[in-house]
């Protein structure tokens, strides 16, 4: 609509009702003419496009609003130690085990492709990785991986969790060889657990 049209509106009903011929719809005239100009910007306020009111739909009203999104994970990684039934093994913050393997040289991780699809690196990207329950800071340590993500190690070796591991504390992946050499869960010293497949999930009190 436009900004005179409330105006244009006003006007046609003054002339419709001025053509009244008789005395008495003449008197009315004035109390009609006020009810026709309050019709008028009525309908001119509903049509503006404004804002909805407060509290109702859309952006600013409640009814309209989203649930407030959670944060963002933060980027650093966590290291800490879970019993299960193949002792006492290195995890992530969340109670993932952690597996190393062979085929890893020095500081450079041979899992690259449809590999870390199957064995997601561990990566951080905060200054500092955070250790508890008994696993040792000392041992903490990364690799810059091709791409430039930085990978958590431990003891030398780079941490790779399994896709297969559904569950905290799930092994599946212990022992497994694949991608060309066996991939195995850590100890709190760093050594490499040699309990062989296929020892599933345990997971001790």
Known sequence: ???????????TIVMSLSRLSTPSHRRMLPALLAAAAAAVVLAACGSSGGSPPPGGPGPSGSGGSSPA?????????????????????????????????EADRGTTSRCTGACAAAWPPVITSAARVMVADGADESLVGEITRAGGARQVTYDGHPLYRYAGDAIPGAITGQGSDAFGARWDALTPAGTEVTTAWPLRTAVMP
Do not use: C, W
Not at 1 to 11: C, D, L, S, V, Y
């Open 1 to 11: 609509m436009t900004a005179n049209k409330p105006h244009q509106e006003e006007r």
């Open 69 to 101: 999104a959670h944060p963002p994970a933060a980027g650093g990684a966590a290291l800490m130690l879970r019993r299960t039934s193949l002792g006492i093994i290195l995890t992530d913050g969340q109670g993932f085990t952690v597996y190393a393997f």
